[in-house]
Every structure is written in C-alpha cells, then in structure tokens.
T-cell receptor
Framework: QQPVQSPQAVILREGEDAVINCSSS?????VHWYRQKHGEAPVFLMI?????EQKGHEKISASFNEKKQQSSLYLTASQLSYSGTYFC???????????FGQGTTLQVKP | KAGVTQTPRYLIKTRGQQVTLSCSPI?????VSWYQQTPGQGLQFLFE???????NKGNFPGRFSGRQFSNSRSEMNVSTLELGDSALYLC????????????FGEGSRLTVL
C-alpha cells in the first residue's frame, strides 16, 4: 500500500517553516525521505529506522512514530534551494523495494 | 565514484513499437530497481533485481520486463508501446536490504506518439 503524504503542495517565503507528513495503513519499520528538484533525479535525504528516531540534514529534520505509523519532515527557515518535490518511501518486505508516497511539491519564494 | 548511468536519456517511439532502456549501477551495487514516474502517478515501482534475479515486481502488465546481467547492469523492455507508457523511467541502485539508500540515475524520458 502506497503511503499517503500531506499536504500535496506548499508555497513558502524564504525563512518560513514547513511540515510534510507521511502516513501508512500498515506497520512501518523504516521510512526514507527523498527530494527531487525540477528536472533532476530524486536524491536521498535521510532514513529513519526506529520509532521516535529523529534525523537531520542541514535544517531539515524528520521524526518517525511507529505507533501512529507516520513520519514527518520538518523544514526550518526554508531556503530557495529547498524547492522541489519531497517523497517518503517505505520498504516492502526485506528487500530493496521502496513504495513511495505521491509526493509533496514545495515552492520557496524570495 | 561514478553515479548511476541511464541510456538513452530521451527517446520518441510510436504506438506498437518496443523499447529497451539501459542502466549501469554504481560500482559495487548489486541491487537495481526501476521506477516509472508520471505527473499524475508519482514514482511507481516496476521491478527490483539482485544478482541477476528479479526479487520484486510491481503492478504493471507483462509488456514490461527486465533483466540484470552478471556485471549488475540492468535493462528494461517495454513491448507494444501505448500512449500511456510515456513517462520518465528511473533506475536506482543500492546496497542490498531495506535500509539501503537508493541512488537514482537521471532517467530515460520516453514519449510515445
């Protein structure tokens, strides 16, 4: 089952904060986050491996709540370079297969 | 370290034709996955190969097939192309296992006329 992301799109001014949520109807054991800039390939941001774990990448951090079967990505003091589409991905089985959410498009304006 | 290389980058085909796309993974990566990306559907999983074996397959018709060679390079083939097959096809390589980071290539953009 595909994880569900919300919101679908966000428009921010530089310096503002945003939160992107990813939820699943099935048990989550790990969550990947990727960012895809326009015309480029998706790039790995971080992986969260256990409940309550938080990771950070620049001013981007994430949390993972196993019980609620969801993860949230926090973008603090957003920069123009943060613009792009953010995907969460959840493994299916014990292999490298990732099922991605539908993506959240973030646009940061000056 | 060279990244994931996909060829061709762009191609145009007509309905009914077939196409073969190629992917060279990062050296040392034996797991290769393929995804179809369209504006309305996001990133849809096609298949995953590891050591020349298909480990997973997504919900795509049998017209979509793939293979992996002993050097970990992978190809995917789409036969009897339909207009709806127009998409960006992304290949990703990784170390094995569910915690391996995916390294994506820049994709092959297929247009079916």
């Amino acid at each position: 089952q595909q994880p569900v992301q919300s919101p679908q799109a966000v428009i921010l001014r530089e310096g503002e904060d945003a939160v992107i949520n990813c939820s699943s109807s099935k048990a989550l054991y790990s969550v990947h986050w990727y960012r895809q800039k326009h015309g480029e390939a998706p790039v790995f941001l971080m992986i969260l491996l256990k409940g309550g774990e938080q990771k950070g990448h620049e001013k981007i951090s994430a949390s993972f709540n196993e019980k609620k079967q969801q993860s949230s990505l926090y973008l603090t003091a957003s920069q123009l370079s943060y613009s792009g589409t953010y995907f969460c991905g959840t493994p299916s089985g014990n292999t490298g297969k990732l099922i991605f959410g539908q993506g959240t498009t973030l646009q940061v304006k000056p | 370290k060279a990244g994931v290389t996909q060829t061709p980058r762009y191609l145009i085909k007509t309905r009914g034709q077939q196409v073969t796309l190629s992917c060279s993974p990062i050296s040392g990566h034996r797991s290769v996955s393929w995804y179809q990306q369209t504006p309305g559907q996001g990133l849809q999983f096609l298949f995953e190969y590891f050591s020349e074996t298909q480990r997973n397959k997504g919900n795509f018709p049998g017209r979509f097939s793939g293979r992996q060679f002993s050097n970990s390079r992978s190809e995917m083939n789409v036969s009897t192309l339909e207009l709806g097959d127009s998409a960006l096809y992304l290949c990703a390589s990784s170390l094995p296992g569910p915690t391996g980071e995916l390294f994506f290539g820049e994709g092959s953009r297929l247009t079916v006329l």
